[in-house]
């Protein structure tokens, strides 16, 4: 069993940074292709960005190409991201996802094809 918690989401106005974390826990971290993901009040929950499970390759959803950074420290068994620029779309829940890793690694934006959750972190960026 995996458990995951993400932390530090906040209240910030746009063009602002926030640096997301999410602390993993139960088996070895290394072995889990991560994501982040996002749900707005109404909407669907929507790919934000995947990383490998050495943290080589990443992939990112287009509208947060270039503003935001997914990375990993297997060391500390934690994944992050970081946002800067930030919009009022940004506004959302982030959550953490992690599946098992596969031989080569290819991005998956498809919640359903993620094992495990966190319990997300409330993101809110004012205009």
């Known amino acids: 069993q995996v458990q995951l918690v993400e932390s530090g989401g906040g209240l910030v106005q746009a063009g602002d940074s926030l640096r997301l974390s999410c602390a993993v826990s139960g088996r070895a971290f290394s072995i889990y292709q991560m994501g982040w993901f996002r749900q707005a009040p109404g909407k669907e929950r929507e790919f934000v960005a995947a990383i490998s499970q050495d943290g080589a390759k990443t992939y990112y959803e287009d509208s947060v190409k270039g503003r935001f950074t997914i990375s990993r420290d297997n060391t500390k068994n934690t994944l992050y991201l970081q946002m800067n620029s930030l919009k009022p779309e940004d506004t959302a829940g982030y959550y953490c996802?992690?599946?098992?890793?596969?031989?080569?690694?290819?991005?998956?934006?498809?919640?359903?094809?993620?094992?495990?959750w966190g319990q997300g972190t409330q993101v809110t960026v004012s205009s």
């Open positions: 996802a992690a599946r098992p890793a596969v031989a080569t690694w290819s991005p998956v934006t498809t919640a359903a094809r993620y094992n495990y």
